[in-house]
């Protein structure tokens, strides 16, 4: 992967992670299980910190 590649898979995965938050958000207000949203939120933290590490090397 290339740099710009790298920039836009982050902004990508940070684009989901904004959805699963909002739609956590809306799970917690009616009270319906969220362990599948926050296992993803954490999932999506972890490849965005990956990413981040990789597009650090390249520099």
Same mark, same amino acid.
């Given at each position: 992967?290339?740099?710009?590649?790298?920039? &836009?898979?982050?902004?990508?995965?940070?684009?989901?992670y904004? =959805? $699963?938050?909002?739609?956590?958000?809306? +799970?917690?207000?009616?009270? &319906?299980?969220?362990e599948?949203?926050?296992?993803?939120?954490? =999932? $999506?933290?972890?490849?965005?910190?990956? +990413?981040?590490?990789k597009?650090q090397?390249?520099s």
């Amino acid at each position: 992967m290339n740099r710009q590649e790298i920039e &836009a898979e982050i902004e990508d995965l940070k684009a989901d992670y904004t =959805r $699963l938050s909002a739609d956590l958000e809306k +799970l917690n207000y009616v009270g &319906a299980n969220t362990e599948y949203n926050e296992k993803e939120l954490d =999932r $999506l933290a972890n490849e965005i910190s990956l +990413l981040r590490q990789k597009l650090q090397n390249k520099s």
